[in-house]
DNA sequence: GGAGTGACGCGGC
DNA sequence: AGCCGCGCCACTC
């Protein structure tokens, strides 16, 4: 009786957390991770329920082309872009300039 | 329980 | 090289 879904919630925020600061990463890299490649959208279903945690630096996960997608799920539509930018990652046209700089690979779990 | 939805990704046109 | 459509998986109505 594993609670399978729950534990991939709780593998996606592990991942998640583990990003480090002015680095970001795209949804089917974490999925890749994971070992279900396929379940992108899973992961961000995942990340739309990240906001009862505090740990989730949600900010930092984007689409595979660097856009902010979620960013209207935030409390502002700027505030996504906003907080990448004080870390240091340069957002334009709700797109980060240079993904594939700034693109954080995780390794494991 | 079938159908629709979504913070995705990829292939085809 | 950009736009459209399909697949995938979990969840809700």
């Known amino acids: 009786m594993s609670n399978k879904n729950e534990d991939f919630f709780q593998k996606v925020y592990a991942v998640v957390r583990k990003i480090p600061k002015g680095k970001v990463t ?3 890299e974490i999925a890749k991770v994971l070992g279900t490649p396929k379940s ?4 961000g279903y995942a990340m739309n ?3 009862q945690y505090e ?3 949600a900010h ?3 689409n595979r082309k660097g856009v902010l997608t979620g ?5 502002t539509s700027d505030a996504m872009q ?3 930018e ?3 990652v340069p957002v334009k046209d709700d797109q980060v300039v240079d993904f594939e700089k700034y693109f954080w690979k995780p390794h494991s779990i």
């Open 71 to 75: 960013k209207h799920h935030f409390s």
């Open 82 to 84: 906003k907080l990448l």
């Open 26 to 28: 795209s949804y089917g």
């Open 49 to 51: 329920h990240s906001h």
């Open 86 to 88: 004080e870390e240091g």
């Open 60 to 62: 930092r996960v984007v």
């Open 55 to 57: 740990d989730i630096p």
């Open 40 to 43: 992108s959208r899973v992961v």
